[in-house]
């Protein structure tokens, strides 16, 4: 079977079976790579169509009026779905209104096989931003003329289900075998189209070639670690006026790039705490431009004066800005290269060998099934083997902790082993960076260790430093609260009490002790919550 009949509708509301109804159905039949035929029909709802839906879909009241109820159409709707996949963004949705209104007329449901391009996107699609039918037109610059209108999405999802399915052809062999074993348990029924392209991929050489291999999965080829070319030497001041000056580097080659009179102020005083080997508590106000500044100055200490800088960031998510977006953009303006490398903890990065064991468990859980097959797709696409590259269904993290690189098995700690290849790849291009990009919290663990990150690195800015504290006391600190202590002291004293002891008097101390235990908690944290702390202290 290789036609699918694609289908959008517009509704009056989200449920059908609380009285919501269609008000317009399209249908895009597409077989081999081309649309045959397309249908497309108002329906009158027979009630009111809200404000909100016209506005959100530009079908009125006065557009339905006149127009069949859906039971007249009922007949020759159903005649599209004959020997086709059923395909919808969000078949539940859609299916669960078309087999409502089919048995209200008198016609049995729609029982086709289905494919869920929501789920498809997911699967082939991993490192799309959002999954909703209109982010994805624009991620991959497929036209949406008419957005909310049946016809104009059932066109968009065609287009989508076409680039799919193509995707599926670059993929291979190693992952298809995997995606097939998996499918039973998806809500898309691709059984047959992954059998046929098993045939079709085994034939294929050169695209099985173009990939790595271990423990049965395929990956795409690690990309080598880049080094700095170091050029010729420039003053800091020169440096500077080509990056800030009128028509500077940084004006023609940032989009919508601001001067800010605070910026150089501030990469000059970072540069200058380097060379006077000085601390600097640098407050930047908001518009500083702080991120570009002190990147400015660390690039030039780093590769200038040949030593590596450290910076921290308080959180993943600004690691990630700041690789992404201010260095991405400021690398292009640099007169010299600087390789800028990240580094996050081995819990964001894939497990080679367990994924592979995951992936032969037995998974009664609809989002760890998904999650196994987006990974496997991932895997043939990502450089760095960073979960936070895709985002996972909501239970998909918990499986991710199973086979990340902090469940490392291996006892080889070289560079040689592919089971952790991900971690161990980004912890060489971390030792072969100019600049280190980590958090707070992977810089507070490297505190503790003996060859940490601290050891590594000549010169640490610390970005967002007011969070430094926090971050430290919750990874070496201890925490006390008045409650937990309680309950401690009442579970000794009743142990006490259950516990057979013939020495009445040791008895009698014992539980003297604890209820005097109990009695000084209380009023020891009584005090400490009505302390005034803007009296000045006294010694008693």
């Known amino acids: 079977m290789n036609t699918f009949a694609v289908v959008d509708l517009e509704t009056t509301g ?5 009285g919501d109804r269609i008000i317009e159905i399209a249908i895009v039949i597409y077989r081999d790579g081309e649309v045959i035929k397309q249908y497309s029909q108002l329906v009158n709802p027979n009630q009111h169509i809200s404000r909100f839906i016209s506005y959100l879909t530009s079908i009125t009241n006065d557009m339905v009026t006149g127009q069949p109820v859906f039971a007249e159409l009922a007949h020759e709707i159903h005649q599209h779905f004959e020997d086709v996949y059923f395909v919808a963004h969000n078949v539940p949705f859609d299916l669960g209104f078309l087999n409502y209104e089919l048995k209200q007329a008198g016609l049995s449901p729609i029982t086709q096989p289905i494919i869920d391009t929501v789920e498809l996107s997911r699967i082939l699609l991993p490192q799309a931003p959002s999954f909703k039918l209109g982010h994805l037109a624009d991620w991959l610059n497929i036209t949406h003329d008419d957005p909310h ?4 999405d059932a ?3 065609t287009k989508l289900l076409d680039y799919l399915l193509a995707k599926l052809k670059t993929l291979p062999l190693a992952t298809i075998k995997q995606l097939s074993r998996l499918a039973p348990d998806l809500k898309s029924q691709l059984e047959m189209i992954l059998l046929k392209q098993v045939e079709e991929t085994k034939q294929n050489t050169n695209l099985n070639d173009q990939f790595s291999y271990a423990y049965h999965l395929a990956y795409k080829p690690i990309d080598k670690i880049e080094t700095s070319i170091k050029k010729q030497r420039i003053s800091f001041g020169n ?3 080509q990056l800030f000056n009128d028509q500077s580097k940084l004006q023609n080659l940032i989009p919508n790039y601001e001067e800010r009179p605070g910026q150089r102020e501030m990469a000059e005083a970072i540069y200058h705490a380097f060379q006077s080997e000085q601390h600097a508590l640098i407050e930047a106000g908001t518009g500083t431009g702080k991120t570009l500044a002190y990147l400015i100055a660390a690039c030039f200490q780093a590769v200038q004066h040949n030593e590596k800088v450290l910076i921290s960031t308080y959180l993943i998510q600004l690691q990630e800005q700041l690789l992404n977006q201010e260095w991405s953009q400021l690398k292009k303006a640099l007169p010299f290269d600087c390789h800028v490398a990240i580094l996050k903890g081995k819990n964001h990065y894939l497990n080679l060998a367990k994924f592979s064991q995951a992936l032969h468990e037995e998974s009664y859980n609809y989002d760890q099934v998904l999650t196994k097959a987006i990974i496997l797709v991932w895997l043939t696409e990502t450089n760095s083997g960073d979960i936070d590259e895709i985002q996972l269904p909501s239970s998909g993290s918990q499986l991710f902790k199973r ?10 700690k070289t560079y ?3 089971e952790n290849i991900y971690y161990q790849t980004a912890q060489k291009a971390a030792e072969t960076a100019d600049l280190l990009i980590v958090n707070h919290s992977l810089l507070a663990d490297s505190m503790q260790r003996e060859h940490g990150l601290l050891n590594l690195h000549e010169k640490l800015i610390i970005d967002e430093a007011h969070h430094l504290e926090d971050v430290v006391a919750s990874q070496f600190g201890l925490q006390l609260n008045s409650v937990m202590l309680h309950k401690k002291l009442k579970a000794i004293d009743q142990f006490i009490e259950l516990t057979s002891i013939s020495d009445r008097m040791l008895r009698n101390n014992l539980q003297k002790f604890t209820s005097v235990a109990i009695e000084e908690n209380d ?8 302390l005034d702390y803007s009296q000045p202290y006294q010694k008693p």
């Not at 009023?523 to 009505?530: A, M, V």
Request: proline share 0%; aromatic share 12%; net charge neutral.
């Open 155 to 157: 066109l968009v999802t």
């Open 14 to 18: 989200n449920s059908a079976n609380k």
């Open 403 to 412: 086979v990340s690189a902090s469940h490392d098995s291996s006892t080889a």
């Open 416 to 418: 040689h082993s592919v």
């Open 523 to 530: 009023l020891l944290f009584n005090y400490l919550y009505h």
């Open 149 to 152: 209108r049946a016809l104009s």
């Open 239 to 241: 440096y500077l006026d």
